[in-house]
């Protein structure tokens, strides 16, 4: 099956799915807006993602940290002073690109070609095409800055977060102190977060507001290897689980080289999604990032008085050294069984949510030539679905609406139900295929003979009759198989 980004693009706007932001004005380039049908599918993806991931286990528990957080974090993660890309300039039209995202003219990157990153020779210019022809590389940085209080005294910069994960190191102290999780446990966040990307691409998949789902698993070192092979297993699992044919879903483990300098380990769940060189894009990362994070923020709080002394300004100092007895720091942990006390490595299964939903809508797409013409259809698994069921009145007369908005409405109390009225029959179902919902429901004149209405499936399109009093369980059980 080959579907076309530019399918899946055009059906998402003919159908409400996804608008680009600030469309009227003429439009704001890498931010986007769900739309109802659109924020209904986002909306099942975070669900599905939380039951997963927060409400079926037992070692995780859940936070919903702020977006804007004390500025010294950043200095702590490392985002203020090294999260940037590599970027060059095309000499000729002044498009900027990320180094690594450049390609030569068989459309490689250089790590597909085993070229060297910043030999930009031999490669072409994403805008203008012409080839080779940039400045040398430089560093562009990610994150966005804004201001904060209105006083000589209290402003400061502040940063618009780009990872969630960070919201997660900051409270681990305050979870452990009022919960009784015990190592090994995790913290779960989903939310926004924000990059000024330089090379944005495809529709939702890069974007500059996004949003993730992140955990952080705490856990004894020397356990770590085995809860990241965990991890591992369980978020490749979720997306097979919701539909994902795992033809198209691959792990590629990160080279030695290409490891952050604290990690021990860093996996990326790729799918294979229809655009770019080679198709393989990151979906979502995983990683070993041992106790690294916690131990930059015992710095971090070490740190805060020459902050203020340096007149809040983040440039103007540098970190603590760390402490020798770190490990019995604030964010350590106490283990009571074992008498011991240490800093916990983590495991970070990091997971777009946008990124997610754009490799489910692909995954679902599909194409079927019938008799009476083409049907585009969504094939989402039942859990994502926008909506469950759309219930249909044959025809506008003899009480069928009546029943028919009857029947919708007891359905709506259980999951998203949708009444339609409008048109042919046919074009009613076509319009719920390209919408994804799993069932369509008519009510005919035979009604009153047989108490029964007409279920369509919307994958085989087989119809059955099901007496009135059923359909609520009929439903279910067909979105539990
Ligand atoms: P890249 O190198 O491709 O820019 P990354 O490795 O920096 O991405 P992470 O920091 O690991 O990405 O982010 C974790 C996950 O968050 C990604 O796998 C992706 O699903 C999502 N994500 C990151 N950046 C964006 C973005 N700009 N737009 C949409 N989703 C994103």
């Given at each position: ?53 927060v ?18 974090i ?34 490689r ?14 490669k072409?210019c ?19 800055e ?17 990872e ?5 190191f ?7 102190d ?57 978020r ?18 990160h ?5 952050a ?100 809508l ?66 009613r ?37 099901v ?15």
């Open positions: 099956k080959l579907t076309k980004l530019d399918d899946i693009v055009s059906l998402c706007k003919r159908r409400g799915f996804i608008f680009q932001s600030s469309e009227i004005y003429g439009g704001l380039a890498s931010c986007y807006d769900y739309g109802p049908l659109g924020c209904e599918l986002k909306r099942n993806v975070r669900q599905a993602w939380w039951k997963a991931m409400q079926m286990r037992d070692d995780v528990v859940g936070l919903d940290s702020s977006i804007l957080m004390h500025p010294l950043w200095k702590a993660s490392g985002h203020a002073d090294h999260f940037s890309d590599l970027i060059v300039e095309c000499k000729k039209c002044h498009t900027r690109t990320r180094v690594d995202h450049l390609t030569d003219k068989d459309g990157t250089a790590e597909e070609s085993g070229g060297e990153p910043a030999d930009t020779k031999d072409v994403p805008n203008c095409g012409t080839v080779g022809n940039f400045t040398e590389p430089m560093a562009f940085k990610l994150m966005f804004t201001e904060m209080g209105a006083n000589a005294d209290d402003r400061m910069t502040l940063y618009m977060r780009p969630t994960a960070q919201g997660i900051a409270n681990f102290r305050n979870v452990l009022t919960t009784r999780v015990k190592v090994p446990f995790g913290i779960a966040q989903i939310g926004k977060s924000f990059r000024n990307e330089v090379t944005t691409k495809a529709f939702i998949f890069r974007t500059r507001e996004f949003e993730q789902g992140e955990i952080e698993f705490f856990c004894e070192p020397g356990t770590d290897d085995q809860w990241y092979e965990h991890w591992k297993q369980q490749f699992d979720w997306y097979v689980s919701l539909g994902i044919n795992p033809d198209n879903l691959r792990m590629r483990d080279a030695q080289d290409e490891l300098h604290y990690a021990k380990g860093c996996v990326d769940i790729e799918y294979r999604f229809p655009f770019g060189s080679g198709d393989w894009q990151e979906l979502e990362g995983i990683a070993n990032r041992t106790d690294y994070d916690l131990r930059q923020h015992q710095r971090g709080m070490r740190s805060i008085n020459d902050w203020i002394e340096a007149g809040r300004d983040l440039t103007k100092i540098e970190l603590k050294e760390e402490s020798q007895d770190y490990h019995k720091g604030p964010l350590s942990y106490f283990d009571e069984q074992q008498k011991k006390r240490y800093i916990p490595y983590v495991i970070e299964p990091s997971a777009g949510i946008d990124r997610s939903t754009l490799a489910f692909v995954d679902a797409y599909d194409e079927e030539e019938l008799e009476g013409g083409p049907r585009n259809l969504l094939r989402f698994h039942p859990d994502l679905a926008p909506v469950k069921a759309a219930v249909f009145p044959l025809v506008k007369r003899d009480g069928m609406p009546d029943i028919a908005r009857n029947i919708c409405d007891g359905l709506k109390k259980h999951f998203a139900a949708f009444y339609d009225e409008k048109g042919a029959i046919g074009r179902y076509r319009r719920q295929d390209e919408a994804g919902t799993p069932f369509c429901i008519t009510v005919d004149g035979q009604i009153k003979e047989d108490n029964c209405v007409t279920v369509r499936h919307r994958d085989t399109m087989v119809q059955e009759r007496n009135v009093d059923q359909v609520l369980n009929y439903l279910r059980d067909g979105m539990d198989n």
